[in-house]
Nanobody, 116 residues
Framework: QVQLVESGGDLVQAGGSLRLSCAAS????????MGWYRQAPGKERELVAS???????YYGDSVKGRFTISRDSAKNTVYLQTNSLKPDDTAVYYC??????????WGQGTQVTVSS
């Protein structure tokens, strides 16, 4: 069974940084896509950043230049480095992974709260 476990969320002041981790139960290269999403109260879930098996990276416009997605295949972990955090970045951050069969898996989420 596929498991994705996020960690690293916290309460931080505006301008601060956090590194979020998504530990996968299997080899991350078994997924053709892994991404970080976030959902703030009352808002729809949005894609923050993603990385494909080939290494193609995407960032949402609101986080470009501030967030960085990376991966460590030896640890089966994908990271999201978040810098220059703003109150608008407050949300539950979710990790997602999709396999070649078209199935998508989600983690339980980690809370990021940015105070002004």
């Amino acid at each position: 069974q596929v498991q994705l476990v996020e960690s690293g969320g916290d309460l931080v002041q505006a301008g601060g940084s956090l590194r979020l981790s998504c530990a996968a139960s299997g080899a991350i290269f078994s997924y053709n896509y892994m991404g970080w999403y976030r959902q703030a109260p009352g808002k729809e879930r949005e894609l923050v950043a993603s990385i494909t098996r080939a290494g193609t990276i995407y960032y949402g416009d609101s986080v470009k230049g501030r967030f960085t997605i990376s991966r460590d295949s030896a640890k089966n972990t994908v990271y999201l480095q978040t810098n220059s955090l703003k109150p608008d970045d407050t949300a539950v951050y979710y990790c997602a992974a999709a396999n070649d069969g078209g199935s998508t898996y989600w983690g339980q989420g980690t809370q990021v709260t940015v105070s002004s």
